[in-house]
T-cell receptor, first 112, second 114 residues
């Protein structure tokens, strides 16, 4: 079982829809990251969370440390939001001194 | 543009060969991370350097090595290449050594081993 699980794997939405991508993890963490990977391959860091909620434009990220779960929401989705969204955690314990463990990603396609 | 540069963009080589991937971090960033992204494994952390010293090691094969130079650029050396080493290799940089600091990713180097 992967330490970081994302759902859904693939998501197709119509422009304007509200989108939710989920991330569950099984290890204790010091932080959780949401990344966006564009079709060309480039990766951008969207959020880093250790508690609560963060908002940037139309993107909202929440985390529930007790439930080991995070969600990424996109409001009023747009075709330019089409990308792969990757959840990554920094584990408190174990090898690699806390370096990131990644989910497999959620591929989002927003149709006009 | 993240400010992190990687060269080359693409690299095609044969099995058994050795290649060097280069990364220049954002101005002021002391920490450099290397990641491998393959189709079957997804993104995996390979190694981290901070101010010239190795700080953390992940799933890096013995055939792979890295270093960070005094000017803070980093190189990832891959030797005795196998077909399975074909992947996208990203480097990322951050100011602080802690992984709770935001990382800025380079555009990646796509390695194809034939």
């Amino acid at each position: 079982k992967n330490e970081v699980e994302q759902s859904p794997q693939n998501l197709t939405a119509q422009e304007g829809e509200f989108i939710t991508i989920n991330c569950s993890y099984s290890v204790g963490i010091s932080a959780l990251h949401w990344l966006q990977q564009h079709p060309g391959g480039g990766i951008v860091s969207l959020f880093m969370l250790s508690s609560g909620k963060k908002k940037h434009g139309r993107l909202i990220a929440t985390i529930n440390i007790q439930e080991k779960h995070s969600s990424l929401h996109i409001t009023a989705s747009h075709p330019r939001d089409s990308a792969v969204y990757i959840c990554a955690v920094s584990p408190l314990y174990g090898g690699s001194q806390g370096n990131l463990i990644f989910g497999k990603g959620t591929k989002l396609s927003v149709k006009p | 543009d993240s400010g992190v540069t990687q060269t080359p963009k693409h690299l095609i080589t044969a099995t058994g060969q050795r290649v060097t991937l280069r990364c220049s971090p954002r101005s002021g960033d002391l920490s450099v991370y290397w990641y491998q992204q393959s189709l079957d494994q997804g993104l995996q952390f390979l190694i981290q350097y901070y101010n010239g010293e190795e700080r953390a090691k992940g799933n890096i094969l013995e055939r792979f090595s890295a270093q960070q130079f005094p000017d803070l650029h980093s190189e990832l050396n891959l030797s005795s290449l196998e077909l399975g080493d074909s992947a996208l290799y990203f480097c990322a940089s951050s100011q602080a050594p802690e992984v709770t600091d935001t990382q800025y990713f380079g555009p990646g180097t796509r390695l194809t081993v034939l």
